[in-house]
């Protein structure tokens, strides 16, 4: 032993290397007794993530896609093409891109998250919105996540779609990198759930019921915003958040989801 240390040294380092090889071996017991799971259907897996079933039944949405919506098409038109529901009803958002179609295996990861406090979801489910929206972030200043009333967010004591900018932000973040505003938009009414209500109806029920507030305008004005949030629907609420975002000064707004309703895909004869 050096003749600078002194006797507590050796036991400190001693007790240093019998703590990390008692994480060691409870790491090890606790990988035997409770093997980890599916994200989806909980059965036992070899590591984190999916098992094959539900993997192989999880939608990625990759190109070629609608350059605005982001929505898949089923043959390759080309670069830059527009889809007939962008050309026909233009979103006031600039781009949209979402990580997975919204179906059963997708259904139950946002279910998890939002309503089981499967807190554990939001870093798988984030770094894919993360990869899928690389070139939104690329030229994004802000992102900005779709806010909860504060009454449901008490309720449920998180906010999923901050959890996921969280994520977003960390997975692609550089020095000049997007950071997340978590006070760029508010929710100043307490609307009803979505599910269940026609398009018409949805738009109506989110109508007036963000607001930027004053605080937050400096902030926004001309930068370049990626909204995120966990789900695309009929876009209602997508679309009342980026007109607040707008008519406070935002330079543009493009949108990044966990998932996105695709009707399916008609293949011309």
Sequence with gaps: MPTWL???DARTGRLARLAEGARHIFGFALGVALPPLCAACREPVGGEGLCA??????????????ARLGIPFPLDPGPDTLSMEAIADPPVYHRARAAVRFDDIARTLVHGLK????????PMMGRWMANAGRELTAEADLLVPVPL?????????????ALLADVVAKVSG?????????????????????VGLARSERALNVQGAFRVPAA????????????????????ATIEACTRALMRAGA???????????????????
């Design 251 to 269: 330079a543009s707004v493009d949108v990044l989801v966990f998932a996105r309703v695709v009707a399916p895909a008609r293949v011309p004869i």
């Design 53 to 66: 079933a539900c993997w192989s039944k999880l939608s990625f949405i990759a190109p070629p896609y609608c």
């Design 6 to 8: 002194t006797a507590a």
């Design 115 to 122: 309503y089981g406090d499967r807190l554990d979801l939001a």
């Design 216 to 235: 937050a305008r400096a902030e926004l004005a001309g930068r370049r915003v990626v909204l995120v949030d966990d789900v695309l629907t009929s876009g």
């Design 174 to 194: 550089t020095a000049n990198g997007p950071r997340v505003c978590h006070r760029a938009l508010k929710r100043v009414k307490a609307t009803a759930q979505q």
């Design 149 to 161: 009333h504060w009454r449901r967010q008490w309720a449920r004591r998180f906010n999923q779609s």
